[in-house]
Each structure stands twice: as C-alpha cells, then as structure tokens.
C-alpha cells in the first residue's frame, strides 16, 4: 500500500535531549513537509522540501532541523534548543509539479517531554 | 502566500446540510483551493479540491465563485462521525519552494 508512514507514534525524552522523527513515503512524490499541531490548534508549517537535497525553512523552523539525502525520507530533528517542542508533529508528501496542495500526511507523532 | 479565516466552529444536527465558508482574499491565479477533515491524534485526510465553479464528489460540494476569494465547503446529511476539524487550504503552483499554510480550521460538532 503505497502511504507515508511516521514513527514512532509517540516519544518521549527529557529536557535538553535531541530527538529524531522519521517520515518515510512510497508514494513517488518530491515534496514533503512536517507540520506541528497543538492541543486545539491549527498545523504550522516547520519545513518544507521539494527536492532531494534542498529544504525552505517553514513559519517556525527555530529548534528543529531537516534533512532530505532521499527522496522517501524527510526526518525531522527536535533539538535542545526548540523551548517548547511537546506537542503532536505531522509529515505529508504532495507531487512537486503540478503542486496544486494535495496533501498526503502521516498518522502523526506525538512528542512529550517530561 | 494566500491566508485563510473560517470560523473558529459550527454545530449541528444529524441529517443537516453543512455549509463552511472559507475566506481568502488574496489567492493567486495559480492557486487551489483544498479541504481536509481532521480527526483527534490523526493526520488531516484530503475531502475536495477546486479552482473554480462548482465540484461534487461522494462525500461532499465545493462552490467557489467567480472572483475565488471565498469557498464554501457543503457536508449533506451530516452523521456524528463527521465531527472533526475542517481545515481550508489555498496554494499551489507549478514553480518550486511552495509553502503551504493552513489557517486554523473549523470544528464542527454534530449531535443526534
């Protein structure tokens, strides 16, 4: 089944603790995104990717990190230095061209920090 | 980039039409508009998508007028598991580095 696919579900760590989210997607698609939600809120853009390579930092990029070796993968880093990163995280994929905003997304990865 | 305002929520009755209009004064001519439902602790799922006139699938209506700088999304016959998050998504092009920005969508509640 052809599908993006976030892990782990939910994560927790500690202060001051880097953490990796993994995005991975067999859809064939060029773009990719990460989102943030929080409780009762919206999605906000954190980055975004439309090519293997080449990422654009989102609306708020400060405290995470992104990279894109591959086109299936589009992991997300939480550093120390993001001051409130417990909150719900969401990937999705979208053809680069035409990009009409068709958005295939993840299940999601609930971060804590204790 | 094209911003979106919806409003914040909506109630209604099992087997009552749904109208949420989603207002974006300043799309681009390449733009799109799209809606996703969104359900607690899960990833939003693509309802439609339109760029002008009227679009009708299974599940629901798109109209958009001619100016484009409204939507209006239709839900017939709500059931209790249409109670989730609407979001309105306008964006869209053919060129790189498209960033695409939700608003703060629409909870609708539907009650028996």
């Known amino acids: 089944d052809g599908g993006i696919t976030q892990s782990p579900k939910y994560l927790f760590r500690k202060e001051g603790q880097n953490v990796t989210l993994s995005c991975e997607q067999n859809?064939?698609?060029?773009?990719m995104y990460w989102y943030r939600q929080d409780p009762g809120q919206g999605l906000r853009l954190i980055y975004y990717s439309q090519i293997v390579n080449d990422f654009q930092k989102g609306d708020i990029a400060e405290g995470y990190s992104v990279s894109r070796e591959k086109k299936e993968s589009f992991p997300l880093t939480v550093t120390s230095a993001q001051k409130n990163p417990t909150a719900f995280y969401l990937c999705a994929s979208s053809m680069r061209t035409p990009n009409t905003g068709e958005l295939f997304f993840g299940e999601g990865s609930r971060l804590t920090v204790l | 980039l094209a911003k979106t305002t919806q409003p914040i929520s909506m109630d209604s009755y099992e087997g009552q039409e749904v109208n949420i209009t989603c207002s974006h004064n300043?799309?681009?001519?390449?733009?799109?508009i799209t809606w996703y439902q969104q359900f607690p602790s899960q990833g939003p799922r693509f309802i439609i998508q339109g760029y002008k006139t009227k679009v009708t699938n299974e599940v629901a209506s798109l109209f958009i007028p001619a100016d484009r700088k409204s939507s209006t999304l239709s839900l017939p016959r709500v059931s209790l598991s249409d109670t989730a998050v609407y979001y309105c998504?306008?964006?869209?092009?053919?060129?790189?580095?498209?960033?695409?920005?939700f608003g703060k969508g629409t909870t609708l509640s539907v009650s028996s």
């Open positions: 998504l306008v964006g869209g092009s053919n060129q790189a580095g498209t960033a695409l920005i």
């Open positions: 859809l064939n698609h060029d773009a």
């Open positions: 300043n799309i681009a001519t390449n733009d799109y």
